[in-house]
Each structure stands twice: as C-alpha cells, then as structure tokens.
C-alpha cells in the first residue's frame, strides 16, 4: 500500500539530455511538492501544486518543469541535464494547504549526471 | 541564511543511550515545527509542534517546543541501532506561502550495538 511513490528510482543519464520523474500519491491528498535533496542531505523545496494550480515556484532553472495532470499526479520533467543536477529527488503530498497538514514523502528518485 | 539551525551536526553513541538533538531557528511569524526520521529513503514523520512547553512522545521518543527561546529538542530513550538515521527538522512560517516547509541540515545519529 504504497501512499506516495515515484519512478524511476534510480536514472544515470548524460548531461544535455532531457528526463522525466512521475509522482503518485493514492491518499487523496490535495498538495503536492518537488523537493531536492543534495549530497549533504539538505532538503530544499522546489515547487508545489495545489489541486492542479502552482503555488510554489522556487528560484530553480527554467530547465525544471513540473506538471500536474490531476490531483494524485505531479511529475518533473527536466531539460538539458548538467552536473549539478545530481541529487535525490523527493515528492511529498499533504492533506491541503494549510500549515497544520505534515507532508509525506516518496521513497526518491537517485538522479546522476554524468 | 539558513532559518533552522540543527545541532549537533553527527552524533555517535552506544545502544541504551539517551540521546537530545536540537533544533533553533529563526522565523518572525512562527506557525509549527516538523520533525522526521529519514533512514536510507523518505523521510517519515514524527512530530509536529506548535504549542509551546507541550511534550509530544511517541515509545521512545518525545519533543518539546520553546516558542520563546525559538528551538525544539528531540529525546531519544534507550537508544536501539535501529535508530540510527538522520534526523530531519523543519519550519513552517506563517509569512511564507503556504506549505512551504524550511528544513535543518539534520543530525546524523548513529547507534553502536
């Protein structure tokens, strides 16, 4: 019964290429987040969506760009991949957005650029 | 500058231990404080704050907030190996948009059988 998941788990690829990373969450919840995570485990905020509308928009490249087909998806799409993209990438959902709503948080997916 | 400020950094100690990890930070508009666990993968939930001097527990584990004094401790009783793990503070902000959480740097704890 996985709450929130994401695939790929792992994804190697090659600088200036373009991929994709898709977020599922089944607990009806109605936020969603992109979150980096560095080398040195800090975890950053990158976007969040709510019921389908952008809410938060960090100051992250153009080349990021998420989108939410519906409530219980929220994938990541990035273009022209460099170096410093290697990093783990969380997505996280909560009930609503509200500061009284914990977020839980998929498994990650391991990006590395080479 | 970094609003949560966790401390200490890493911490290596013996099963049946007791163990505190602090958390400070700096925020004019202070909503709730969020702690996690994250083992090899997600993070997991542990406790949210937001009431100042009121202890959250869980088995072994508690936490406390100090609106005052701006910093929240996390206990851990009797420490077991499976403990070990980074753990994770975070920060909502009621200036800040909504869901916007600002986490520490995390504590690496790590526990010796």
């Known amino acids: 019964d996985t709450a929130v998941s994401q695939t790929p788990k792992y994804l190697v690829t090659q600088m200036g290429n373009d991929k994709s990373i898709k977020c599922e969450q089944n607990?009806?919840?109605?936020?969603m987040y992109w979150y980096k995570q560095d080398s040195k485990k800090f975890l950053k905020i990158m976007f969040s969506?709510?019921?389908?509308?952008?809410?938060i928009n960090e100051t992250v490249p153009n080349r990021f760009s998420p989108k939410s087909p519906d409530k219980a998806h929220l994938n990541l799409h990035i273009n022209s991949l460099e170096l410093g993209d290697s990093a783990v990438y969380f997505c996280?959902?909560?009930?609503?957005?509200?500061?009284?709503?914990?977020?839980?948080f998929g498994p990650g997916t391991r990006l590395t650029v080479t | 500058e970094d609003k949560v400020v966790q401390s200490p950094l890493s911490l290596v100690v013996h099963e049946g231990d007791t163990v505190t990890l602090n958390c400070s930070y700096e925020?004019?508009?202070?909503?709730?404080l969020l702690w996690y666990k994250q083992e090899k993968k997600a993070p997991t939930f542990l406790f949210m704050l937001?009431?100042?001097?009121i202890e959250k527990k869980s088995g072994r584990l508690s936490s406390i907030l100090d609106k005052k004094e701006l910093f929240s401790i996390l206990n851990i009783t009797a420490t077991q190996t499976g403990d070990s793990a980074v753990y994770l503070c975070?920060?909502?902000?009621?200036?800040?948009?909504?869901?916007?959480?600002?986490f520490g740097r995390g504590t690496q704890l790590t526990v010796w059988p």
């Open positions: 996280a959902s909560s009930q609503a957005l509200a500061y009284s709503y914990e977020q839980y």
């Open positions: 607990l009806g919840h109605d936020t």
């Open positions: 969506y709510n019921n389908k509308e952008l809410i």
């Open positions: 925020v004019t508009n202070f909503r709730s």
């Open positions: 937001t009431s100042s001097g």
């Open positions: 975070a920060l909502a902000d009621r200036g800040s948009t909504l869901g916007r959480l600002y």
